[in-house]
């Protein structure tokens, strides 16, 4: 029996990351637009992810799992909790990988209108 352990311990684990390693990459970005809509995040973080009440989602450095635990426990109660029942795994992977792919706002320095307006008034 420990010998069987011994084998299919390994294997499980080995199987546990190839699935959370094809999870990162296979979110379909379309779906996830359509659920970002459908379940209210951009009500709260703005269509570009960056604006509203809540918090900046863009640039997404977090981590899909750690983007899924978040999603399922917000640290305030100012965002409602989405649990397995509302929105799968599957449908937070598809949102992780749509909101990577928003744009992220211009630096200061390479916005023209600001330039110009600081050369105009002498900075
Ligand atoms: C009613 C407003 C509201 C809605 C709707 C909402 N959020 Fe939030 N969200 C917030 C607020 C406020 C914060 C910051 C603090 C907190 O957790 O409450 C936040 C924080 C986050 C964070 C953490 C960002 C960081 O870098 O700290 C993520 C990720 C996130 N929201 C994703 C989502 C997703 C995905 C949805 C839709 C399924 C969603 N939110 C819907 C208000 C909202």
Redesign the pocket.
Known sequence: MKLIYGVLAPLAAAAILVTSAVGQGNGNAAKGKQ??MD???Y???GFSGQN??????VP???AQVV?TA??RN???????T?STKV?TDAQ?GD??TY?RTLPDSPKAEDIKLLKDIQAEVGK
């Open positions: 659920a970002f379940y209210s995040c009500a709260c973080h509203g009440p809540g918090n900046r989602l997404m450095k977090m983007f978040y999603v917000p640290k305030s109660k100012q965002m409602p989405y929105l937070l949102i992780w909101v």
